[in-house]
């Protein structure tokens, strides 16, 4: 079964040795890329620091420390299940870099990318932010809603293209010699993506693309896909195509409006099939609903005297709910804040009173059978909010996001409490505070952590 999930081009299976080796000559000029980095000052001590956290000592006589990721599928349950096949439903192919050499680097990486990436057009970061874009669209006309969902985003993404896009963005967003080591660190990353099976002794490297699991992987490729956005919309302009009023995209998800005809629509989708070729892109097109991630964007029946369409929350028919059993031994805090997040969930994607109330008795529904009581429901879940708070709400998400684009306040400060557990002196408290300190290190926080049962964090933070 996996090796059916990894019979694309992207992947190839290299013997047990080449992979040590492999791993070992990219431990080693990746250390070497990083030391030089920090010495010429184009990154900071902290960065270094945080990415040679991930790459073994004693590399260079010890082959045996060079480790690769890990592969893990899932099967998305979500998807047509077509029994007979070799493999009966979509696998996920996920690669997991817990132990990977550049596992901290393909992260940084995608830290460098993520600000570029966050400011295209059609980004959206989550739910709520698609629908404050979706909510800021006014249509002059009753417009045709189409998604698409690109097959294989990461691994067919080409590889050599969506350096040349990176590289581009990062010289333009910031400075030449910044850009030039982060395009170098990502090649020696990318070239050198290795991992495990669950077959002992199996190694497969990826030849092309990226995966999901490696650092950067959403970020590169978001950028690749963002360009040829860009490049459709410059060709459609010089056929006097008009572009879509919205167009927005998660990931591999797209969702937009087109206030032309269907035919005009077409052509428009025709452009970006021939850019994006050999990949497919499967497109829907409706004149009433569409279905996008977790929500259902309607044309309701307020469109003609609003201009402005309608959402709602959307569950898969294979969702079942299957939420914590309420028999399990969890603090009672676990089970409330559930069916809160829950709450705010439904009340984010309803834009409508009717579509909240329809949500929230789904919802109770699910969680009776769970073995919820009905009485701490309706004080969790369903009466936990009333639909008029929906605005601040959205307004509150909003501000969450900019604030996590924002330049922090020199000299801030922020307390954290960490409970004392059998396992706190068994946890890597070195790694846990670099993970730390490289988040807050470029906005100039100050981070003060301590517990009076736990001696060794205190000892490490002394030195810290």
Avoid at 273 to 280: E, L, Q, S, T, V
Avoid at 381 to 407: C, N, V, Y
């Amino acid at each position: 079964m996996i090796s059916n999930a990894l019979s694309s081009k992207s992947y190839s299976y290299i013997t047990p040795e080449n992979a040590k080796q492999e791993l070992t000559a990219t431990s080693i000029k990746l250390r070497a890329k990083i030391q030089e980095g920090a010495k010429s000052g184009v990154i900071t001590k902290e960065e270094s620091t945080f990415m040679l956290e991930s790459i073994a000592k004693g590399i260079r006589s010890n082959q045996d420390r060079a480790l690769a990721g890990k592969l893990v599928t899932q099967v998305k349950t979500h998807k047509k299940v077509s029994p007979g096949n070799a493999i009966p439903a979509k696998i996920r192919v996920i690669i997991s870099g817990v132990k990977s050499c550049s596992k901290n680097a393909q992260a940084w990486v995608g830290d460098q990318l993520q600000p570029i990436l966050a400011a295209t057009p059609s980004y959206v970061q989550d739910t709520a932010h698609a629908i404050s874009k979706i909510q800021a669209s006014k249509h002059l006309r009753r417009p045709i809603l189409f998604v698409g969902d690109v097959e294989d985003m990461y691994p067919q993404a080409p590889r050599q293209k969506c350096r040349a896009v990176a590289r581009l963005a990062l010289q333009k967003h910031g400075s030449t010699a910044k850009a030039t080591f982060t395009a170098e660190i990502e090649e020696i990353v990318s070239d050198s993506i290795i991992f495990t099976t669950d077959v002992a002794g199996e190694h497969v490297k990826m030849a092309n693309g990226y995966g999901i699991g490696v650092g950067h992987s959403g970020q590169i490729c978001g950028l690749e896909i963002a360009s040829i956005e860009r490049e459709a919309a410059q060709r459609a302009n010089a056929l006097s195509i008009q572009a879509p009023k919205l167009m927005i995209r998660l990931q591999d998800d797209i969702f937009g409006t087109f206030e032309g005809t269907e035919d005009e629509l077409d052509e428009y989708l025709r452009i970006i099939d021939k850019i994006i070729a050999p990949r497919i892109i499967t497109w829907e097109k409706s004149k009433r609903h569409a279905i996008w991630c977790d929500l259902k964007i309607s044309i309701g029946v307020n469109f003609l005297s609003t201009g402005f369409l309608e959402t709602a929350l959307y569950q898969k028919p294979t969702d079942q709910g299957l939420y914590l059993p309420r028999s399990s031994h969890h603090p009672e805090h676990t089970f409330k804040g559930i069916m809160k997040g829950e709450a705010i969930r439904l009340l984010v994607n309803c834009s409508t009173q009717g579509a909240y109330d329809r949500a929230l008795v789904s919802k109770r529904q699910q969680f009776e059978r769970q073995g919820y009581d009905p009485k701490e429901i309706t004080e969790a879940l369903t009466g936990a909010l009333k639909f008029r708070e929906r605005t601040s709400i959205l307004q509150h998400r909003a501000t969450r996001r900019s604030a996590t684009q924002a330049p922090k306040l020199k000299k801030t400060r922020v307390a954290m409490s960490l409970p004392f557990t059998g396992r706190t002196k068994q946890l890597k408290i070195g790694l846990m505070l670099s993970m730390l300190n490289r988040e807050i290190s470029k906005h100039k926080v100050k981070v003060a952590i301590a517990h009076c049962a736990t001696r060794t964090l205190g000892q490490k933070l002394r030195k810290w």
